[in-house]
C-alpha cells in the first residue's frame, strides 16, 4: 500500500488496498478495512472495474453485516450483483445474489428476500449450477422458517436431500430443529 498509494498505477493501488481491506477484515479490524475500501472503491471506479468493484461492495456488505448496519449492508449488496452482472461471471453473480437475500432478511424484508431465492432458483437452474442451486434452497427455507411457515421450510430442506442428494450442512439441522419444535 505504502508503494503503489502514491504512484498513478490505479490498478497497482486498487490491488493493493483492496486486499489490505481483506486483511484487516480477516483481522476483525472493520474500521481500517473499510477505509481501504474506500480507497480501493476510488481506483476501482477510475478503472471501471466491475469485478472488483463487485468484490469491494461484497467486501463492504459484510463489514456492514458484523457491525450490524444492516442498511448499509443492503446497499452494498445490491451494488455488489450490480456490478458482478456487468463483469458478466457467473459465479460471481450467483454469490452476489445469496447476499441480497440474506441482506433483505437482516432488513426484516423477508418477502423480498423469497422473491430473491426464487430468482436465484430459476438463474441456477439456467445456468445448470446445481451448488447455487442448493444453497438458495436452503436459504429459501431459512426465510420462510422466519415468516413462521414452518411445514413450508421443512419441505423445502427435506428436498435438498431427497432431490439432489445434498448432505445437510449443521445450520439446516439447525433450522430443522428449530422448526419441528415449533411445528
Known amino acids: 500500500v505504502d508503494y503503489f498509494a502514491p504512484t498513478n498505477d490505479h490498478h497497482y493501488a486498487m490491488l493493493a488496498h483492496y486486499y489490505h481491506a481483506v486483511v484487516n477484515f480477516n483481522a476483525n479490524e472493520f474500521a481500517t478495512s473499510s477505509i481501504s475500501c474506500l480507497e480501493a472503491e476510488k481506483h476501482a471506479l477510475d478503472l471501471n472495474n466491475h469485478q472488483y468493484l463487485g468484490m469491494i461492495y461484497s467486501l463492504m456488505m459484510y463489514i456492514h453485516n458484523y457491525s450490524y ?50 430468482q436465484i432458483s430459476e438463474y441456477a437452474k439456467v445456468k445448470q449450477d446445481t451448488m447455487l442451486l442448493c444453497r438458495s434452497l436452503a436459504g429459501y427455507a431459512h426465510t420462510l422458517r422466519l415468516k413462521y411457515r414452518f411445514s413450508d421450510a421443512k419441505n423445502v430442506l427435506v428436498s435438498l436431500f431427497d432431490n439432489f442428494n445434498q448432505t445437510l450442512r449443521g445450520v439446516d439441522y439447525g433450522h430443522l430443529g428449530l422448526i419441528y419444535t415449533k411445528e
Open 69 to 118: 448496519n444492516f442498511d448499509e449492508e443492503l446497499i452494498c449488496a445490491q451494488k455488489s450483483l450490480e456490478h458482478f452482472k456487468k463483469h458478466g461471471d457467473e459465479k460471481y453473480t450467483g454469490n452476489a445474489m445469496l447476499g441480497l437475500a440474506r441482506s433483505f432478511n437482516n432488513n426484516s424484508l423477508p418477502d423480498s428476500s423469497l422473491a430473491q431465492y426464487e
